[in-house]
């Protein structure tokens, strides 16, 4: 039996089942693989074989740790899938003519899993991270609106800041490298997913700082990627238009 699901997804047949290379990316840019086997019923199983779950651990990121299953439990529910304890691994079961789009979902819960070895709980201070901060203050005292600093936000990422506006928070990531700037993406992925109404802006100081590629991609995964380095009062007009609407 030969499986034809879609051009985006390139099938080859593995032992009694079939592997499937998929557009999804890994952090280090590997393509997502997805398992696909007949089950007794006629179905087929869908999984990412715990591969998700293995990359993390290689990160020393502990796959059992609070953080990272209460994340988990929200992805089951997001991506209508299953999650085996015992081979880490995201799952579900479907038939032929829903084959493509349950690949597609466990390809990008997968993804997004081996994405959070990028959290981390502090980052440095720089000359570029205090200036962002001395204009959020002013954009504060400007605008009225109240901001906190350091604040858990959306499944506990952490904003540099959050202006706690009436009708939707604003949280602020001063992207300072590649994994930070991934975090502000998978913030506001998470806030979609979940329906949490918080705004997030990131702050890179210039593409050459964090890569011109990892930008233009950023601007499709937060509300606004600004550049900072001589356009610092663009950044100021766009938080507090943000603030004001």
């Known amino acids: ?3 034809d699901l879609c051009k985006e ?4 047949r593995s032992g009694d ?3 499937v290379c998929t557009p999804f990316k890994y952090y280090d840019n590997d393509n997502v693989v997805v398992f696909a086997w007949p089950s007794s019923r006629g179905a087929f199983r869908v999984s990412d074989n715990g591969e998700a779950a293995e990359r993390l651990s290689m990160d020393g990121i502990d796959v059992c740790g609070d953080r990272i299953d209460r994340w988990i439990g929200e992805a089951k529910v997001f991506f209508k899938l299953n999650w085996d304890q015992e081979d880490q691994s995201f799952w579900v079961e479907v038939d032929e003519g829903e ?3 349950a690949v597609f979902r466990v390809a990008e819960a997968a993804s997004q899993l081996q994405a959070m070895t990028v959290v981390r ?3 440095s201070e720089s000359t570029f991270k205090a200036e962002v901060m001395s204009l959020i203050r002013d954009v504060a005292r400007e605008t009225g609106v109240d901001v906190k600093f350091d604040v858990p936000v959306v499944s506990n990422f952490t904003a540099d800041a959050l202006f706690l506006a009436e009708a939707r928070p604003l949280a602020i990531v001063v992207a300072q490298s590649k994994d930070r700037l991934m975090e502000a993406e998978l913030m506001w992925s998470n ?3 979940l329906g ?3 705004m997030v802006f990131a702050v890179v100081e210039s593409s050459d700082k964090v890569g ?3 930008v233009e991609r950023a601007q499709f995964y937060t509300d606004k990627t600004l550049t900072f380095r001589n356009f610092s009062h663009q950044v100021r007009e766009k938080m507090i238009e943000s603030l004001s609407s």
């Open 1 to 3: 039996m030969n499986l």
């Open 99 to 101: 084959l493509a789009a």
């Open 121 to 123: 709980n502090s980052f």
């Open 17 to 19: 089942g079939y592997v």
């Open 191 to 193: 806030a979609k997913r």
């Open 9 to 12: 997804l390139q099938v080859r």
């Open 196 to 198: 949490d109404p918080t």
């Open 212 to 214: 011109r590629k990892e």
